[in-house]
């Protein structure tokens, strides 16, 4: 199958984060099957989403990880101008729900799958195919230690998000929380008699006005990180129920954004250290409450290597392009922590990704596969034409 029916069958899958990704796993295991490759699928607690990893060639050190996510975001709401689970072609661009972001990457991958299946390859080619991406990389984080035990390292693991086919090498992570104040109810004349979740949640909202402006003292050296500091804000804030009572209950979501180096889970102490200071001195009083946090998810930046994935993609794309930074996180940061060397390379444009009318412009695929074809020659393959006999699996 070429890559544009390939992308056709994943985009008619409406695999929007908060349902399921079986479908169209259970469809890709069956196509991979059908060619001899067998995967292995890592579900979920609930068994309602799966990531889905295969091994093509011999089992050994120096492979290649091509990663994409399955799931896309909604289109509730957005102005399309064609069924967005249905592939359209206008202008050279394939239009629909992923083909940015990033099933396009995951297509070209798959068109693959018989040639490399077909070489004798002398290193893998491994696929991982992730769930739940697009609300806090929680596939990859299921996914990425069972890798790390079986999978000898790997050379290169290299992320599709769309870039345009640059190469990226640095974002930022990404740590979100909700924090939920509970006070006491109390007629608001009374204030000794209750306390103010919307109090305390604004006591913390400063607190975390006040980190923000501390870490933006603190900026990176990273060409294309925008700003170049770590980022704290507060955005979602739901309580009380009177402007007269004392409000029992308020909820607060909040995100971290860390530069390379910086970690999100300083910040959350900071912020559990001031809510256990605000509590106690409420219980000094006699008044009753408590504040909990709960990190939702918490994904590494991706930080600036000059390791075997930088050195391997810029060979295959013949390119001396300085490399850039993208300004959404990825899974990039994730394998990096795990100890692979790691690029972001994928086609389309971020600016397309999560609106209306998303496409991909069929350049950018066509890019992608030579640029994997040409990946995978030179690392992958055996030197036939030199005569040294491929190493046998093991
Ligand atoms: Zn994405």
Redesign the pocket.
């Given at each position: 199958m070429r890559t544009r029916e390939l992308l056709e069958r994943l985009v008619g899958f409406p695999t929007v984060s908060r349902d399921s990704n079986l479908p169209l796993i259970d469809w890709v295991r069956d196509y991979l099957d059908d060619r001899g490759v067998h995967s292995q699928l890592v579900t979920n607690a609930e068994g309602t989403k799966a990531n889905l990893f295969a091994c093509i060639g011999p089992e050994r050190e120096g492979g290649i990880v091509l990663s994409g996510?399955t799931d896309v975001v909604p289109v509730d709401g957005q102005p399309w101008s064609s069924d967005p689970f249905r592939l359209s072609e206008r202008d050279g661009r394939l239009y629909g729900r992923g083909t940015s972001?990033?099933k396009g990457f995951i297509a070209v991958t798959l068109a693959l799958v018989p040639e490399l299946v077909a070489r004798r390859l002398e290193r893998p080619v491994y696929l991982a195919f992730t769930y739940d991406?697009?609300v806090g990389c929680h596939g990859a984080a299921a996914l990425i230690p069972q890798l790390r035990r079986v999978v000898p390292t790997p050379a290169a693991v290299i992320v599709g998000?769309p870039t345009n086919m640059r190469i990226a090498t640095a974002h930022k992570g990404i740590c979100f929380c909700r924090t939920v104040a509970t006070g006491t109810e109390a007629h608001s004349s009374l204030v000794h008699r209750g306390v103010s979740a919307v109090m305390l949640a604004g006591e913390l909202i400063a607190h975390i006005g006040e980190l923000a402006r501390r870490a933006a003292q603190h900026p990176v050296t990273i060409a294309g990180l925008e700003p170049p500091f770590t980022t704290l804000t507060a955005n979602v804030i739901h309580g009380g129920t009177a402007f007269n009572i004392l409000a029992g209950r308020c909820e607060l979501e909040w995100e971290v954004r860390t530069v390379p180096g910086d970690h999100a889970v300083r910040y959350v102490e900071e912020i559990e250290r001031r809510a256990a200071a605000l509590v106690s001195e409420a219980q000094r009083t006699g008044r009753r409450c408590g504040i909990e946090t709960t990190v939702i998810a918490d994904v590494p930046a991706l930080a600036p290597e000059e390791g075997s994935a930088l050195a391997l993609v810029r060979d295959a794309l013949s390119t001396e392009e300085p490399q850039i930074a993208i300004p959404f996180a990825?899974e990039a940061g994730q394998y990096q922590q795990a100890g692979w060397s790691t690029v972001v390379c994928g086609p389309g444009d971020i600016d397309q990704?999560h609106r209306a009318d998303e496409y991909v412009p069929i350049a950018q695929l066509e890019q992608c596969e030579r640029f994997l074809r040409k990946l995978i020659a030179s690392h992958c393959s055996a030197r036939e034409e030199a005569g040294s006999p491929a190493r046998p699996a093991h």
């Open positions: 996510h972001d990033m991406e697009e998000e990825t990704a």
